[in-house]
């Protein structure tokens, strides 16, 4: 099958994973029409008609390869009488030698809509408040009650004209349209003085309230945003009294309940958008507003951490006007956020803090407040690579949030069990069967998808390369799928434990940068660190040394791993180079550090540990390293692990 679709550049914006690299697939960008296939058209669209090389070059000029210009300027010449069609159908051209062509193409749409009949012209601009598409009973109710009559003979003459099209489609009812094109759409818009596109627009709005009936909810989004148009053009005009507060809160009210559905069905950047513009709109109702700015930091917790803060600090000012646990509830989200955005926050510095919020909201019976703080409580045990702790604290999670009926929270949770079992001390076996254990009762699919990746992951570290394959390509598909970014996080991770360096290191690389546009600094510390390590293993030393000096210096003095990788990769630097009293200081630190973790990283601190010694001549020591790292790596299972081990004992 061939599938040949059309879109606009914006597309890649929101889905930017269809911008190439697919198999079987080809994305190309339409290029300007050169001057003779414009000349080409010109003729085409006159059917054979004898136009004058000098009109036809003048018509191709303007139009600069746009074809939508050169249909525009047909029809506006038979707007004007310049091109008749006879009986016979055939078309006849009058003189175009003087014509005056607009010179771009919102000039000649302009232009068009200046040539319609009063009514004809009135109706169009109705319809362009609706939008691109729009049924003849948006357009009556738009329009007064005197001229509805005659808004069906427009509609039709507004189809003759080539400005619009019918468009009956199977899901609604009565007759509907829709510009030809959106710039049709935008000029007749546009042509509408700000306070009549304010009426129009508060007026549709309260139409859709008043008939949709218990379709209400799926136009939501349609209602927001009319209102909150209306709202802008009034305010555009003067000053914001009651009416344009009254406007504010009405549309908040509908993006939310959009912006939360929208949630509900996993689509991740819609709810973000509509939740984000109710949130500037419910001032007037700051409980609500609270509210969504926390699912807002829920929501948006892995997409944008420059977003997350100004929202958690916006949380903060809003709640501690609502109350005490509200405020303590939005401390508790900008501590975690600012774990991952500000390398000089200790995040080990909030435990007492957080301890006390989950005690007193237990007490209190602040169920939704309790399992931020749980999950306050993981952050903190991931940084600090306490795994243990983390799957102890995952579960009660998981069990409170079950037993409360917290769906969003329950699956959180079980991710964070995923985290716990793949990168702590548990054996990947047994980690499989763990998270398989959690897989029938995922409901979201990215839940599901985050699942299928851990499992993936832990194939890898079992030596099973198809299988990790397998698994990794079925949670692409998900977030394909949703139109979510994929995490390649674990899969760096996963290339790396399955001696593919090369693609590892590149999955790192594309992961850093991500995080890098999203202000994270944390998990971008451990992934350059990932990319130090491998590099370091490559003996690509000076590459090595500067990504272990930039996980350094992205990487918080209490997070764990990347203090373990950045000093791996240094020590194993400088001990090549010859510096072996530091590289023997810096990798006793390494160990030291991998000491007060159950990470499997620390394994590749006695390994480094290990080579370091190795090349001091300090061999008996260097094999207690060498035999330490491979009990660490057996305990895991991790099969690549026990063979660079096992390299460094025989050796």
Request: aromatic share 6%.
């Amino acid at each position: 099958m061939f599938l040949l679709a059309m879109a606009r550049p914006e597309l890649l914006d929101l889905r930017s994973g269809w911008g190439g690299g697919k198999p079987d697939a080809t994305t190309f960008l339409l290029e300007p029409l050169p001057a003779s296939d414009t000349e080409q058209l010109v003729e085409a669209l006159l059917e054979g008609a004898t136009i004058t090389p000098l009109a036809r070059q003048r018509i191709a000029a303007a139009a600069d390869g746009n074809p939508l210009y050169v249909e525009q300027v047909i029809e506006m010449l038979v707007d004007d009488g310049l091109v008749t069609r006879e009986a016979d159908g055939s078309l006849v051209i009058g003189d175009l030698e003087t014509i005056s062509v607009p010179p771009t193409i919102a000039a000649l749409l302009a232009a068009r809509l200046d040539r319609l009949e009063d009514g004809e012209r009135r109706t169009i601009e109705r319809a362009s408040v609706v939008g691109k598409e729009f049924a003849h009973r948006d357009v009556s109710e738009l329009t007064p009650a005197e001229g509805r009559p005659a808004v069906p003979g427009q509609l039709m003459g507004l189809v003759r004209k080539e400005l619009i099209r019918p468009d009956r489609r199977a899901e609604t009812s009565g007759e509907t349209y829709r510009f030809r094109h959106l710039l049709v759409r935008d000029a007749a818009y546009d042509s509408l003085p700000k306070i009549e596109r304010a009426e129009l627009h508060e007026r549709f709005a309260d139409w859709l309230e008043r008939t949709a009936g218990d379709r209400l909810a799926d136009l939501d989004e349609i209602v927001g945003y009319h209102l909150d148009q209306a709202r802008t053009y009034r305010l555009d005009l003067g000053p914001d009294d009651d009416r344009t507060q009254a406007l504010a809160l009405r549309a908040g009210q509908r993006l939310e309940a959009a912006g939360r559905r929208a949630a509900e069905r996993e689509e991740v950047q819609s709810s973000i958008r509509l939740l984000s513009q109710a949130e500037t709109l419910l001032v007037a109702d700051p409980a609500t507003r609270y509210d969504v700015l926390i699912l807002l930091i829920d929501v948006a917790f892995d997409f944008d951490r420059t977003a997350n803060m100004a929202w958690a600090k916006e949380a903060v000012k809003v709640g501690a006007e609502l109350g005490e646990v509200p405020r303590r509830r939005a401390d508790l989200w900008l501590s975690a956020i600012r774990g991952f955005v500000d390398p000089s926050f200790l995040l080990s510095d909030i435990g007492a803090e957080v301890g006390a919020a989950i005690r007193d909201f237990e007490a209190a019976g602040e169920i939704d407040g309790l399992l931020e703080a749980i999950l306050v409580e993981n952050v903190i045990y991931l940084n600090a690579a306490q795994w243990a702790d983390t799957a102890k604290t995952a579960r009660r999670g998981l069990d409170l949030a079950t037993a409360h009926g917290r769906e969003r929270r329950r699956e959180d949770f079980a991710d964070w069990l995923t985290n716990a079992v793949c990168w702590g001390e548990t054996h990947a076996a047994e980690g499989i069967t763990i998270i398989e254990a959690l897989l029938p009762a995922a409901r979201r699919r990215l839940t599901r998808a985050w699942l299928i990746q851990a499992i993936a992951f832990l194939r890898a570290i079992l030596g099973d390369g198809p299988g990790a394959v397998a698994g990794q390509l079925e949670a692409e598909a998900i977030w394909d799928e949703l139109g979510h970014p994929r995490n390649e996080f674990r899969h760096a991770w996963a290339r790396y434990v399955l001696d593919d360096l090369d693609g590892a290191l590149a999955l790192a690389q594309a992961q850093s940068d991500v995080l890098e546009r999203r202000g994270d600094t944390a998990l971008r510390s451990t992934m350059v660190g990932l990319q130090a390590w491998i590099l370091a293993l490559q003996g690509r030393d000076d590459e090595a040394d500067r990504a272990a000096d930039e996980s350094q210096r992205l990487g918080a003095p209490d997070d764990a791993v990347t203090q373990i990788l950045w000093r791996a990769s240094k020590g194993l630097v400088l001990a090549r180079r010859g510096d072996l009293e530091e590289a023997d200081r810096i990798t006793r630190e390494c160990v030291e550090i991998a000491g007060g973790t159950d990470s499997m990283d620390a394994g590749t601190a006695w390994l480094a540990r290990a080579q370091v010694l190795s090349m001091m001549a300090r061999h008996e020591e260097a094999n207690d390293a060498a035999r330490r790292a491979k009990e660490l790596y057996t305990r895991k299972g991790w099969v690549s692990g026990m063979r660079r081990a096992d390299a460094l004992l025989d050796a």
